[in-house]
Every structure is written in structure tokens, then in C-alpha cells.
């Protein structure tokens, strides 16, 4: 592989674990299924299995909750031909409907990459937690600068990402 085929790989995996992010976040169950190929598996420890049951798993989650977040951070992949691996930290903020504290998560994604018919997806994703937090809810929406601010996140189809090609 020439440079700019590792680098065009690393960026198209580097936008596949964007696009992880945001449909767990969005609740968005079909952009979840297009990041893993057939046959797939997840480890996260409470759910071993395969890619496709997952997705409904975690847009159930998801979706119950009053908001989440979940970014990425540090990234290395490693590419050899159609395969990489790949380390990526993890910070996911949780807050479920009616709780009085909030779930913070570090953690860490390791992942197996295969390119199929030219397209990157994911073939194994485990997921590994570093440290958690459950601090009491402090969440403020309605006070001082908080209440001035109208636009806030949702799942999908709702949320505004969804129309940002519509204006």
C-alpha cells in the first residue's frame, strides 16, 4: 500500500467511528446497521454477539434515554491491505429519564476493520472501560445562560442534523 492508501484508509475509518457515534447518540437504528459488515460481532461485555442484534440493543437504549454523548477521542489504526485494527477512546456521558445521577464512561473501543468491495466497516468491536462516574444530576435547563439556549439535541429523525440539507 502506498501512503496515500493508508491515509485514505485511516480517514475513511476515522468517519466510520464518527458515523458509530452519532446514530447511537441520534438513536438512529439504520446508520448504526451501516457500519458493520455481515457477519459482525460486538463484545462489550455485558453484550456478547453479533453486530445485527446489537443494533437493536443499543437504539433501545438509546432511545430511553433522556440524552447521551459519546465522543471519540485518541485514534490509531493499524492498516495492512483490506484489514486494519484499531484503538479509540471513548468518553460517553448518559442520562436516563428520571435518574437523579448521570453515567460517565472512559473507555476505549478496540476494533477489527475489513474492506469489502472497496468500502471499510467494522468486523469486531469490543469495548473496553477504563474508569465510570455517577454524579448526582446538575443538569440545569432552564437557568441563567441554559434557558437562552433553544436549540438542543434529540434522536432521530428529530434532531436537526437531519436537516441540515433541507435548508
Not at 468500502?119 to 455517577?134: C, E, G, I, P, T
Amino acid at each position: 500500500m502506498t501512503d496515500l492508501d493508508i491515509l485514505l484508509a485511516k480517514q475513511a475509518l476515522h468517519d466510520l467511528n464518527m458515523a458509530y457515534n452519532r446514530a447511537v447518540d441520534r438513536a438512529d437504528e439504520a446508520l448504526l446497521r451501516s457500519v458493520w459488515h455481515p457477519g459482525a460481532t460486538v463484545d462489550f461485555g455485558y453484550f456478547t454477539g453479533s453486530a445485527t442484534e446489537f443494533c437493536g440493543l443499543a437504539v433501545g437504549a438509546t432511545g430511553g434515554l433522556a440524552r447521551s454523548f459519546h465522543m471519540a477521542g485518541n485514534e490509531w489504526f493499524e492498516v495492512r491491505g483490506d484489514k486494519a485494527v484499531g484503538e479509540v477512546y471513548s468518553l460517553t456521558l448518559a442520562a436516563a429519564a428520571g435518574a437523579d445521577t448521570d453515567s460517565i464512561l472512559y473507555g476505549r473501543y478496540l476494533d477489527r476493520y475489513e474492506r469489502r468491495d472497496g468500502v471499510w466497516k467494522f468486523s469486531h468491536r469490543q469495548y473496553l472501560m477504563d474508569w465510570n462516574a455517577s454524579p448526582p444530576r446538575s443538569v440545569s435547563w432552564d437557568q441563567g445562560v441554559f434557558a437562552l439556549m433553544r436549540h438542543r439535541g434529540g434522536h432521530a429523525p428529530n434532531d436537526a442534523v437531519y436537516a441540515l440539507w433541507d435548508t
